[in-house]
């Protein structure tokens, strides 16, 4: 079967490398050959991870470049396949006639084919391989519409900052070639003499940091929100940003293996969960707060790498691509339709289109962590391992999933809220049947995945992926996880609603809250210190870190600059005077090259006389 994997990873490069290459000659057919290949990668996953097939090449002398299914990559595979035929069919609607369509699809199918790369790559030459081109599309992608004022730039600071951590899978190529790591496998990792592997993990964590807007590099993300909306939702769910977790999940024996790796990657994971989700709660923008909330969910993946819940992990993998897919292709449809996207002017939205708000809803809720939904069930192994490790990283874990809930309410409670507008949906522009039945099967999905939290298939899970389940969560912790969910899903929405003085979905009935006092409650206890900490934190990404980024920037082009101007004129000045002295010398040696026999014979006297001349004196 392993024409199989070949076909699944060379049929989206081939189709997406001939769109680009035809260019606008090629706009008419882009969209359905994309929509073929996008269904055949869904049916083309759906058979390695049957058969797990495996395929190595030579590359350089002893090493072998290989891909290869196994449990974890099956699962990634699939949840790829499915999203990205999601975003396509999305994509149609958005990306329309006038519009650089081949150009547009051919990057997406390339982009795709990358991500399918990275997670199925069995050693660091094919990961990284893949890991540059991800990165290079992902430019070309968030660059898109470049003529707007702005846009090529905030593509550019987020290359530059992914660039920046991608360096670190160069050190550990580097660290795992010289600690005689067979063939640069990542399977042999652990087994490095402890310098080469904490050398090799740490360049991998930077590298997986930087990749999956992590702390200290979460500030890029935000930037990549110019792009398309299909996109941000193929970006942000199960490609480019949640390649990273994806990466320190795969590369867990080696965390667990070096004795800092894996206490440093959980509290980045757990802190970034925390501070970015008080980000989110604090955005007036759509697409920013789900950007904001991406980095918080992925960190959920960081923090299970870290303390070694890889079922867990894997699950939230899943879970959050799906649910952020939904949202983003909900927030796409509303765009092409409202032309809104700030919080502010999306207030009625969910009324005005009720099957996109419905099913924006549904992602919204299982986003909060609410039961029985994906998220809440995929994130409770993590908090028990997170538990098991230390009773303060769970405290800190249970408080992001408490933030999760309060951006999510916000979201949802501003879609939903009256806005007088409701009847003018009837006579406006309807949303595309091309962007509804992506919306339905993600929602579904969304809450199908709950089935997770039952133990008999999370123990199925755990053999699926070849790994120890462990001990699974407690009651109280299931409990505790839903209860806090719920608690601050409702008090949050239910403020926001009254704040904005519009009717918002009713989440709690309003004589208990009423005499529960539960409006000054959440504005003074948990509305205004959260919305304090968020602005702070929001001050802290976009100042402190952002303008560190932006002061490196300034201090390498001073010294390009620098360089250019002396360093570069030293050394064309030196090139120059080497070649006039090659010249002036070339010149002598052509003099004596005159044609006339009498003169060659004149010269040979010469020197045979010179030489006579040495030998004596010499003797």
Do not use: N
């Given at each position: 079967?392993?024409?199989?994997?070949?076909?699944l990873?060379?049929?989206?490069?081939?189709?997406?490398?001939?769109?680009?290459?035809a260019?606008?000659?090629?706009?008419?057919?882009?969209?359905?050959?994309?929509?073929?290949?996008?269904?055949?990668?869904?049916?083309?996953?759906?058979?390695?991870?049957?058969?797990?097939?495996?395929?190595?090449?030579?590359?350089?002398?002893?090493?072998?470049?290989?891909?290869?299914?196994?449990?974890?990559?099956?699962v990634?595979?699939?949840?790829?396949?499915?999203?990205?035929?999601?975003?396509?069919?999305?994509?149609?609607?958005?990306?329309?006639?006038?519009?650089?369509?081949?150009?547009?699809?051919?990057?997406?199918?390339v982009?795709?084919?990358?991500?399918?790369?990275?997670?199925?790559?069995?050693?660091?030459?094919?990961?990284?391989?893949?890991?540059?081109?991800?990165?290079?599309?992902?430019?070309?992608?968030?660059?898109?519409?470049?003529?707007?004022?702005?846009?090529?730039?905030?593509?550019?600071?987020?290359?530059?900052?992914?660039?920046?951590?991608?360096?670190g899978?160069?050190?550990?190529?580097?660290?795992?070639?010289?600690?005689?790591?067979?063939?640069l496998?990542?399977?042999?990792?652990?087994?490095?003499?402890?310098?080469?592997?904490?050398?090799?993990?740490?360049?991998?964590?930077?590298?997986?940091?930087?990749?999956?807007?992590?702390?200290?590099?979460?500030?890029?993300?935000?930037?990549?929100?110019?792009?398309?909306?299909?996109?941000?939702?193929?970006?942000?769910?199960?490609?480019?940003?949640?390649?990273?977790?994806?990466?320190?999940?795969?590369?867990?024996?080696?965390?667990?293996?070096?004795?800092?790796?894996?206490?440093?990657?959980?509290?980045?994971?757990?802190?970034?969960?925390?501070?970015?989700?008080?980000?989110?709660?604090?955005?007036?923008?759509?697409?920013?707060?789900?950007?904001?909330?991406?980095?918080?969910?992925?960190?959920?993946?960081?923090?299970?790498?870290?303390?070694?819940?890889?079922?867990?992990g894997?699950a939230?993998?899943?879970?959050?691509?799906?649910?952020k897919?939904?949202?983003?292709?909900?927030?796409?449809?509303?765009?092409?339709?409202?032309?809104?996207?700030?919080?502010?002017?999306?207030?009625?939205?969910?009324?005005?289109?009720?099957f996109?708000?419905?099913?924006?809803?549904?992602?919204?809720?299982?986003?909060?962590?609410?039961?029985?939904?994906?998220?809440?069930?995929?994130?409770?192994?993590?908090?028990?391992?997170?538990?098991?490790?230390?009773?303060?990283?769970?405290?800190?874990?249970?408080?992001?999933?408490?933030?999760?809930?309060?951006?999510?309410?916000?979201?949802?409670?501003?879609?939903?809220?009256?806005?007088g507008?409701?009847?003018?949906?009837?006579d406006?522009?309807?949303?595309?049947?091309?962007?509804?039945?992506?919306?339905a099967?993600?929602?579904?999905?969304?809450?199908?995945?709950?089935?997770?939290?039952?133990?008999?298939?999370?123990?199925?899970?755990?053999?699926?992926?070849?790994?120890?389940?462990?001990?699974?969560?407690?009651?109280?912790?299931?409990?505790?996880?839903?209860?806090?969910?719920?608690?601050?899903?409702?008090?949050a929405?239910?403020?926001?609603?009254?704040?904005?003085?519009?009717?918002?979905?009713?989440l709690?009935?309003?004589?208990?809250?009423?005499?529960?006092?539960?409006?000054?409650?959440?504005?003074?206890?948990?509305?205004?210190?959260?919305?304090?900490?968020?602005?702070?934190?929001?001050?802290?990404?976009?100042?402190?870190?952002?303008?560190g980024?932006?002061?490196?920037?300034?201090?390498?082009?001073?010294?390009?600059?620098?360089?250019?101007?002396r360093?570069?004129?030293?050394?064309?000045?030196?090139i120059?005077?080497?070649?006039?002295?090659?010249?002036?010398?070339?010149?002598l040696?052509?003099?004596?090259?005159?044609?006339?026999?009498?003169?060659?014979?004149?010269?040979?006297?010469?020197v045979?006389?010179?030489?006579?001349?040495?030998?004596?004196?010499?003797?």
């Amino acid at each position: 079967m392993a024409a199989t994997l070949w076909t699944l990873l060379a049929l989206p490069t081939v189709v997406g490398g001939g769109l680009l290459l035809a260019g606008r000659r090629a706009d008419a057919v882009a969209a359905p050959a994309a929509l073929a290949v996008a269904g055949a990668e869904v049916v083309l996953g759906g058979v390695v991870a049957g058969t797990r097939p495996a395929v190595t090449v030579p590359a350089l002398p002893g090493i072998r470049v290989g891909a290869a299914v196994d449990g974890l990559s099956a699962v990634a595979v699939l949840t790829v396949a499915v999203v990205l035929l999601a975003v396509v069919s999305a994509s149609v609607a958005e990306i329309g006639r006038g519009q650089a369509r081949a150009r547009f699809h051919g990057l997406l199918l390339v982009f795709a084919a990358a991500m399918l790369v990275t997670v199925t790559a069995t050693d660091l030459v094919a990961l990284l391989a893949a890991w540059e081109v991800m990165g290079a599309t992902s430019y070309a992608l968030i660059g898109f519409w470049w003529q707007a004022p702005g846009r090529a730039r905030s593509a550019g600071v987020a290359f530059v900052t992914t660039r920046a951590g991608d360096v670190g899978l160069y050190l550990a190529a580097g660290a795992a070639l010289a600690g005689g790591a067979a063939g640069l496998e990542l399977a042999g990792l652990a087994g490095l003499a402890p310098g080469w592997r904490d050398a090799a993990v740490a360049g991998i964590v930077v590298a997986a940091l930087g990749k999956s807007a992590q702390l200290p590099f979460s500030f890029w993300l935000s930037h990549a929100m110019v792009g398309p909306t299909p996109v941000s939702a193929l970006l942000h769910s199960a490609t480019m940003v949640a390649a990273g977790g994806y990466l320190l999940v795969r590369v867990q024996p080696a965390l667990a293996a070096t004795l800092w790796a894996g206490p440093v990657v959980a509290w980045v994971g757990v802190l970034t969960a925390l501070a970015l989700g008080a980000v989110a709660y604090a955005q007036r923008d759509i697409k920013q707060l789900l950007a904001a909330s991406t980095c918080s969910q992925v960190g959920f993946v960081v923090l299970a790498a870290g303390v070694g819940a890889v079922v867990g992990g894997t699950a939230q993998f899943v879970a959050h691509a799906a649910v952020k897919t939904l949202l983003f292709l909900a927030v796409g449809a509303w765009l092409v339709t409202l032309g809104a996207q700030g919080v502010e002017r999306l207030r009625g939205a969910a009324r005005r289109y009720r099957f996109v708000g419905v099913t924006f809803a549904v992602g919204g809720v299982a986003l909060a962590g609410v039961p029985p939904l994906a998220i809440w069930a995929a994130k409770d192994p993590i908090l028990a391992a997170g538990l098991a490790r230390s009773a303060v990283l769970y405290v800190v874990a249970l408080a992001a999933v408490a933030v999760s809930a309060a951006y999510a309410a916000k979201a949802v409670a501003v879609v939903w809220a009256r806005s007088g507008e409701e009847a003018e949906a009837e006579d406006g522009p309807r949303v595309a049947l091309w962007q509804r039945v992506p919306l339905a099967g993600l929602a579904a999905v969304s809450i199908a995945l709950g089935v997770v939290a039952f133990p008999v298939v999370a123990a199925w899970g755990a053999r699926l992926l070849g790994v120890a389940y462990g001990a699974a969560p407690a009651l109280w912790e299931i409990v505790v996880s839903g209860v806090v969910s719920v608690a601050v899903l409702a008090v949050a929405g239910w403020v926001h609603a009254r704040a904005e003085r519009a009717r918002a979905v009713v989440l709690l009935p309003a004589g208990l809250v009423e005499w529960l006092h539960l409006e000054r409650l959440a504005e003074a206890g948990v509305v205004r210190p959260v919305l304090a900490l968020a602005r702070g934190l929001a001050v802290v990404d976009d100042r402190v870190i952002d303008g560190g980024v932006r002061g490196c920037s300034a201090v390498v082009a001073g010294l390009a600059r620098l360089a250019d101007g002396r360093g570069e004129l030293g050394l064309d000045r030196s090139i120059r005077a080497v070649a006039g002295a090659v010249r002036w010398l070339a010149r002598l040696a052509l003099r004596p090259q005159t044609g006339l026999v009498h003169q060659y014979y004149a010269q040979a006297v010469a020197v045979l006389l010179a030489l006579v001349a040495v030998w004596v004196l010499l003797r």
